[in-house]
């Protein structure tokens, strides 16, 4: 079948692949996938291979001479496997794959997490990439060093987004940590008078250590993360050893953050806008937690007053549990997902709407390599699975994003030794099409008669006389 093939067989009732991108020789790890939205232009054109072709070096071609960033942001994904870097640069029609090198010896070390982030200060665009690597101390030594890694932290990020990400390593700082790092994530939090990017790091101290850049030194420093957020410092006084935290940043200002430990400890925590802890709730499950996600089950992005939380947590030796209404249940209403404990650990999840009704479905990854879909049954509680695939490999990450920019979000998903890219059916997405437009038009028409008849009504009202009494 060709790229835009639009046959598509019984396999593809939702998906059909596209591409896949192998790391070469190396792996990933479970936290080695990052999204970035970017404002920053693209100007690299289609390789004459795609979708195959690696880019190792910015090409020698013409950069266009307008720079002004785009208003709104583009999403991007960036794989990290043991040594570098590869991203996946969205473009219309197609994407380009930078392999981006840091200087990181392969064999020697090892990339455990990754985030990404973008940020505008004083009307400059400025890329921040941050790393937790582990390295051996010798080259026959088992010992390990671990380091948090965060670049372009003081150089001017450039005006092209190919440009920025092969010039990160042009700055960087390197904080050595005491124990092995988990996941990175970032926030926005209030400093030094104003909104600016944090890095949180979980780590195998028990502790969540909070980095935020200083405006002078252009250095990140370690504040206590209990200053800004309660629950985090609890769970740092007690030492427990989070997998995996996930931070929700809701449109009304207020945020609600979710942390998974390895002892299977549930943490929930609510923040209204000025950043007080409202309320909180924890549990305790028999199972190591390996992801937690926050989602709103509309695909909408319009807040409405009735609009719930659910969360989904993974475990590593049960089926994933969805907790429902945690804004007024906390973590007392929970349903399974069916089937989830079938294959393996389940190691992540995400949400989205994959078949355009309107509510968004429960995708989960397990160390057995399947791909499962879970979509709530209309008027119930219940989930059942509506859509299955094996891979090869483990699945460590499941995200979602434009890639070529057709208006139909592709499928990303990261397994233990590349990414296999999704584009959604195209057969599917057709029909869906022609039935929104059917019932846009048959609305339209509706309220045209409206406004005819209505105005049938006030000529009548005026050609009413009335007799004198």
């Known amino acids: 079948m060709t790229f835009g093939d639009l046959s598509l067989t019984d396999d593809d009732s939702l998906f059909r692949e596209t591409h896949y991108a192998r790391y070469g020789f190396e792996r990933t790890n479970i936290f080695g996938l990052v999204t970035l939205d970017s404002r920053l232009l693209t100007y690299m054109d289609r390789p004459d291979e795609f979708p195959s072709t690696r880019f190792d070096k910015l090409p020698t071609v013409p950069v266009p001479e307008y720079t002004k960033p785009l208003s709104k942001p583009v999403r991007h994904f960036i794989a990290?496997?043991?040594?570098?870097?590869?991203?996946?640069?969205?473009?219309?029609?197609?994407?380009?794959?930078?392999?981006?090198?840091?200087?990181?010896?392969?064999?020697k070390s090892e990339v455990i997490a990754i985030d990404a982030v973008e940020e505008t200060c004083d009307d400059k665009i400025k890329l921040l990439v941050a790393l937790a690597v582990a390295e051996k101390t010798e080259e026959d030594s088992e010992e390990l060093s671990y380091s948090l890694r965060i670049y372009g932290n003081t150089s001017d990020t450039k005006p092209f987004l190919e440009q920025a990400l092969f010039a990160i390593g042009d700055s960087s700082q390197i904080i050595q940590l005491n124990a092995a790092p988990m996941q990175?994530?970032?926030?926005?939090?209030?400093?030094?008078?104003?909104?600016?990017?944090?890095?949180?790091?979980?780590?195998?101290?028990?502790?969540?250590?909070?980095?935020?850049?200083?405006?002078?030194t252009k250095l990140f420093t370690e504040l206590s993360s209990s200053t800004f957020f309660p629950i985090l410092g609890a769970i740092s006084n007690h030492r427990t050893n989070i997998l995996f935290m996930h931070i929700l940043d809701q449109p009304n200002g207020n945020r609600v953050i979710c942390a998974g430990g390895q002892d299977g400890e549930i943490f929930l925590g609510f923040y209204n806008k000025v950043g007080k802890e409202t309320k909180s709730h924890a549990i305790r499950i028999f199972s190591p937690i390996t992801s937690v996600l926050i989602f709103q089950p509309r695909a909408s992005n319009a807040t409405r007053a009735d609009?719930?939380?659910?969360?989904?947590?993974?475990?590593?030796?049960e089926q994933a549990i969805v907790y429902r209404s945690i804004?007024?249940?906390?973590?007392?209403?929970?349903?399974?997902?069916?089937?989830?404990?079938?294959?393996?650990?389940?190691?992540?999840?995400?949400v989205m709407d994959v078949d355009w009704d309107g509510e968004k479905e429960i995708l989960i990854g397990t160390y057995g390599r399947q791909v499962l879909i879970y979509k709530q049954v209309a008027g119930t509680q219940v989930y059942t699975v509506l859509w299955r695939r094996q891979f090869a490999y483990p699945i460590y990450r499941i995200t979602h994003l434009d890639l070529n920019?057709?208006?139909?979000?592709?499928?990303i998903v990261s397994t233990m030794y590349g990414v296999h890219i999704f584009q959604p059916n195209m057969k599917k997405a057709r029909e869906r099409l022609l039935e929104v437009l059917q019932y846009v038009e048959a609305s339209k028409r509706q309220k045209y008669e409206l406004l005819i008849e209505w105005q049938r009504q006030k000529e009548l009202e005026k050609s009413i006389v009335f007799e004198s009494q």
């Open 80 to 107: 990290a496997s043991s040594s570098e870097l590869t991203a996946f640069i969205s473009r219309d029609g197609y994407w380009n794959c930078l392999c981006i090198t840091l200087g990181l010896e392969a064999g």
């Open 184 to 216: 990175i994530s970032h926030v926005q939090i209030d400093y030094e008078g104003r909104l600016q990017t944090a890095f949180l790091l979980t780590s195998m101290d028990g502790i969540i250590h909070l980095y935020v850049q200083s405006s002078q």
């Open 327 to 350: 804004e007024t249940d906390g973590l007392s209403t929970s349903r399974t997902l069916p089937l989830s404990g079938n294959f393996d650990s389940v190691l992540c999840s995400h």
């Open 307 to 317: 609009d719930e939380l659910h969360v989904v947590v993974t475990c590593a030796i």
């Open 405 to 411: 920019r057709d208006g139909l979000d592709e499928l």
